[in-house]
């Protein structure tokens, strides 16, 4: 039996036709060789108390082991689109699924989310998390989980955001975390980072601001880059 180089099978005896219907027959049977093998490490995943995933399907989310997050999911859930695009019904889904199902403890949120953001949904995700975690609350425990939300860094575009954050100091770190405490339903939260940074210069400054070709242009230096000393 020969294929060309077209992906054309030429068969040339009794042989190669049997040869191409046990390949066919295989392919016909393999979905169904595949469920069936799902179904059997489903059943040994009940047996060992694994959930309904089975331990194949944990593989991606394996506990990492020291540090301060001991027992964190090398696998989080973002949240980024919680409340526009994925509405509660599928995102109830998706946390369903990848807690209960896949081993995922890391839930990652933020007080600006969702995306695109704008005042009418600021904070929806976090509202959504926190909703889906009182309803689970007899299910899911809330010391399995890590919770991950930011502060917004300054912005003078977001001015739903307590009036468009100048910089990130004390009085906004504070507010931003009893209202995402708030949004989440929760009386603690385990990782709480800044969004971005202050930058006193525009924000993708690399594009709009090269300080180097000032003094290039002056005569005063040959060239420069970010970080850089000119020379």
């Known amino acids: 039996m020969e294929v060309g180089g077209g992906g054309t099978t030429h068969l040339g005896g009794k042989r190669d036709r049997r040869r191409l219907a046990l390949a066919f027959t295989l392919t016909l049977a393999r979905p169904r060789v ?4 799902r179904t059997r490490a489903r059943a040994r995943a009940r047996a060992s108390g694994l959930p309904a995933g089975g331990a194949r399907e944990r ?9 301060p997050f001991e027992g964190l999911s090398r696998v989080g859930l973002g949240t980024m689109l919680f409340g526009t695009t994925t509405d509660r019904e599928e995102a109830f889904r998706l946390l369903d699924r990848a807690v209960s199902h896949h081993g995922v403890n890391l839930l990652d949120t933020a007080e600006m989310y969702p995306v695109p953001q704008c005042a009418a949904t600021a904070g929806a995700s976090e509202r959504v998390v926190g909703e889906w975690l009182a309803r689970r609350r007899k299910t899911v425990a809330r010391d399995a989980l890590v919770l991950s939300t930011k502060v917004c860094g300054p912005s003078g575009e977001m001015e739903w955001i307590r009036g468009g954050p100048e910089r990130v100091d004390a009085r906004h770190i504070r507010q931003a975390v009893e209202g995402s405490l708030r949004r989440l339903r929760v009386d603690a939260i385990d990782i709480f980072h800044v969004h971005w940074p202050d930058r006193y210069v525009p924000m993708f400054g690399e594009d709009l601001y090269d300080p180097s070709r000032r003094f290039v242009q002056a005569g005063a230096g040959k060239g420069g880059g970010g970080g850089g000393a000119l020379s």
């Open 59 to 67: 593989e991606g989310t394996r506990r990492s082991s020291g540090g």
């Open 34 to 37: 595949e469920s069936l093998a």
